[in-house]
Structures are given as structure tokens and as C-alpha cells.
């Protein structure tokens, strides 16, 4: 009798005990990775406490500037255009386990649906690095146009696409084949890219024609150039805007997303670079290259609700929070 009822005791106890680990699980918030280009770090954020809880530091001279954050959060990839290689980060630690070289350097990254492959844009040999994550090593090789800068893996995982800024283009490649398949003209410049929330659109933001080009996945045609401020570097979308990074007005211009017009601005730090939406769909975080720190707009007030210092030069390109499985 005491061992059954022992082990009805223990068996009630690990009941309790996942049931608590389960709703822990699903109450814990995302962490954001800044990447801190002067100061050689990674600025970890708690996105719930909004405070940095956490600063990797990585080896002198390698002038961390893009970043790719997994679906589930376990895998981070950090491109260092100053050492010409990647970090891969640990998600759960997180823990730096390791680093591979990719070429001449870059600031574009982006991570495989998932998570096991990472793409880095190699500015000067035209091409992008496909890293095996696990093996972490470069397997093989893509070659695309002039300065790869923005990469983005599609919604479904089948394609990647890239801004080609000195070509004022951008491409789509298929995964299967790691062969340029589509090629469209957008505004001059390219360089931070992002597809739309339900995967239809993909949106381009060109530093030197000051303009954000909305393209339609079906047919990989340009459908509209939309004026924004001053040197925009990329985009995110929320609450069914996208708002776009000016790195020389200090603001995120917000555009509607059905109408494609412009329809606010919102100041920010200044020399606002990488933008990313939060998994909640209600907030935006901007990091800001020489203000050292991050903005956090609510994206349906539009106002900055949060400020978080964050490391020397944050820059951020890239997608720097888990989004979660679709």
C-alpha cells in the first residue's frame, strides 16, 4: 500500500511539475540579439522585463553588424563583416558554440525555416554562404549580383531572396536547386528586405532613391514605390503597417500596408538601422547605431513606449527575434 500510494504521490508530482513548466513555457517572451558593431557584443534582451540581461562578447575586430534569430529561438547566427566570418549562438545558453568563416564580409544573414542552415551575403565575391549549422562549415556557394546585402527566407522555406544594392535589383533563389531563378528592378540601392505577413509581398528598402519597393511574389513584379525619410534601411510590419528604419532622420516612416501610403512618422534614436516585430504583433524594436540603444514602438499608437540601452554602435540588421512557428 505505501509503495502505491508513493508512487500515485510521485506521479502527481511530475504531473504538477510539467503542467507548471508548461504554463512557464508558454507565458516566456522572446529574447531580441542587438548586434553592437563598435563595441564587439551581442546585447541580449529580455523582451518582457525590457532590459538587457546578457552582453556576448565576441573577439576584437569582428564588428558584429547582421543578425538571424530561428523560428523556436535556439539557433542564432551574428555576421561580423569586420572578421569576414559568422557566429552561431546557442539560443537556449545562450552560449557562443562556434564560428565559421565565409568569405570577404557582409552584413546579411538569414536562417533556413528550420533553423539548420544559415545564408550569409558575401558583399564583395558576389555570392551568398550556405552554412551548415551542425557541421559548421560552408557547404556550398550562390552566386548572385553585386553587394548582396538583405536576405529573407520565404514563409514556406522553398526560396531565399536577396537585394542586390549596386544592381538596384533583387533575386529570388530556390533552395532546391541554389540557383537564381527570378530577378526584378526596384529602387536604387536595395538593402533591407522583408516579406509580408501572410507571404505575398516582399518590401525593399532603397537607401539612395529614399523609397520602399513593394513586390508581387506571383509574378515578381514591382507594383509601387513608396516615398519614405531620408537613407531608409529596412522594413517590418506589424498591425498591418510596415514601418521602415531612416537612418538619417532618426525616425521609422509607417506606411499603410493595403493602401501602400504613407501615413506617419515616428522619431526614434538616432541613425536607426535594424528593425524587428515583436511575436505579439504589437510592438516594433529599432535599434539605434549611435544612440546605443533600442526604441520600442507600440505599432497601433505609434509611439515609442520603451527606450533600452543596449552597446556600442547597435545595429541589428536582420530579423533579431524568434517570430515562432508559423
Known amino acids: 500500500m505505501g509503495c502505491n500510494k508513493h508512487s500515485a504521490l510521485s506521479k502527481g508530482a511530475v504531473a504538477l511539475a510539467a503542467a507548471f513548466l508548461a504554463s512557464t513555457a508558454a507565458l516566456a517572451e522572446p529574447f531580441a540579439y ?38 523556436d529561438g535556439a539557433t542564432v547566427v551574428i555576421a561580423n563583416p569586420g572578421s569576414k566570418d559568422v557566429t552561431i549562438i546557442d539560443g537556449h545558453g545562450p552560449t557562443i558554440i562556434g564560428k565559421v568563416p565565409v568569405g570577404t564580409g557582409g552584413v546579411g ?21 550556405v552554412v551548415d549549422i551542425k557541421a559548421q562549415s560552408v557547404v556550398r556557394r550562390i552566386p548572385v549580383g ?5 536576405l ?13 544594392r549596386d544592381d538596384d535589383t533583387v533575386s529570388e533563389i530556390d ?19 522583408s516579406l509580408s505577413a501572410d507571404g505575398t ?19 515578381f513584379t514591382l507594383l509601387k514605390n513608396v516615398a519614405v525619410g531620408d537613407r531608409p534601411y529596412t522594413v517590418g510590419e506589424a498591425q498591418h503597417r510596415l514601418f521602415v528604419t531612416n537612418q538619417y532622420d532618426a525616425s521609422v516612416s509607417v506606411i499603410d500596408a493595403n493602401e501602400l501610403k504613407l501615413i506617419a512618422t515616428v522619431k526614434v534614436g538616432e541613425y536607426p538601422e535594424g528593425i524587428t516585430t515583436h511575436p505579439d504583433g504589437k510592438h516594433v ?9 533600442v526604441s520600442v514602438i507600440d505599432a497601433a499608437e505609434l509611439k515609442v513606449v520603451n527606450t533600452i540601452p543596449t552597446g556600442d554602435g547597435s545595429r541589428a540588421f536582420g530579423e533579431f527575434i524568434a517570430r515562432g512557428k508559423p
Not at 536547386?177 to 528586405?193: C, D, E, L, M, N
Not at 509581398?201 to 509574378?219: F, G, M, P, Q
Not at 524594436?285 to 540603444?293: D, F, G, L, Q, R
Open 285 to 293: 524594436y529599432v535599434a539605434n547605431w549611435m544612440s546605443n540603444a
Open 146 to 150: 553585386n553587394i548582396p546585402s538583405g
Open 201 to 219: 509581398k516582399l518590401y525593399s528598402a532603397n537607401v539612395k532613391s529614399n523609397d520602399v519597393s513593394v513586390v508581387d511574389l506571383a509574378t
Open 109 to 129: 544573414v538569414a536562417l533556413s525555416t528550420d533553423g539548420h542552415t544559415a545564408f550569409a551575403a558575401d558583399f564583395y565575391d558576389r555570392n551568398i554562404a
Open 34 to 71: 542587438i548586434t553592437n558593431q563598435k563595441g564587439n557584443s551581442v546585447s541580449v534582451i529580455d523582451t518582457a522585463k525590457g532590459v538587457v540581461v546578457n552582453t556576448l562578447a565576441l573577439p576584437p575586430g569582428s564588428e558584429p553588424a547582421g543578425v538571424a534569430v530561428s523560428q
Open 175 to 193: 533552395l532546391k536547386s541554389f540557383a537564381v531563378t527570378r530577378t526584378v528592378a526596384v529602387g536604387k540601392h536595395p538593402f533591407g528586405i
Open 152 to 164: 529573407v527566407v520565404s514563409r514556406d522555406g522553398h526560396n531565399l531572396y536577396v537585394s542586390n
